[in-house]
């Protein structure tokens, strides 16, 4: 992190010069230091970032193409000849163990057309959704199963 803070700096700046590298080095430092003395921030939680960065790389790619394929399935719902809009507020029970990882899952839900989740308390997501069947089998999604493994 100390790192990469330093090299936004620099670039930020535009120049390179011996003051701003100095004052870049001791901002960042001061910087990396509240980040560990306010929210424990340190070597081993940014080593745990880096391991699980493959993850969040292949996470990104997983929700883009679900978003993708639930705009089709809009299409479908909205422009088809039988328009099977059944609008319904569902409950979903997830066994996700993080707020963070909760945190992605009901943000996903609401990234993707036809669902928006209304409130998410602790393990129970509300969502309200145009047609139920577009929420079923959440648990066994790749997304889910990919964040249990984010979790662990």
């Known amino acids: 992190m100390y790192l990469l ?15 701003i590298v100095l004052f870049g080095l001791a901002l960042t430092a001061l910087f990396a230091g509240l980040l560990r003395l306010l929210f424990g921030y340190g070597l081993k939680s940014e080593l ?4 699980k960065l493959p993850l969040f790389l292949l996470f990104f790619l997983l ?3 679900e978003v993708a394929v639930a705009n089709l399935r809009m299409i479908g719902t909205v422009l ?3 328009r099977r809009i059944e609008p319904t507020v569902v409950r979903i029970r ?3 163990k ?3 990882a909760r945190f992605l899952l009901a943000n996903s839900i609401t990234l993707t057309p036809g669902t928006l989740t209304v409130e998410s308390e602790g393990p ?3 969502v309200h959704c145009i047609r139920p069947a577009l929420l079923e089998n959440t648990e ?3 997304i889910v199963r990919l964040l249990r493994k984010m979790e662990a």
């Open 5 to 19: 803070l330093f090299v936004l700096w620099l670039v930020f700046n535009g120049k390179l010069t011996l003051e």
């Open 48 to 51: 745990r970032i880096l391991r």
């Open 63 to 65: 929700l883009l193409w």
């Open 80 to 82: 088809g000849p039988k």
């Open 94 to 96: 997830t066994d996700l």
């Open 98 to 100: 993080t707020g963070f």
């Open 124 to 126: 129970v997501l509300t």
């Open 140 to 142: 066994s999604s790749a």
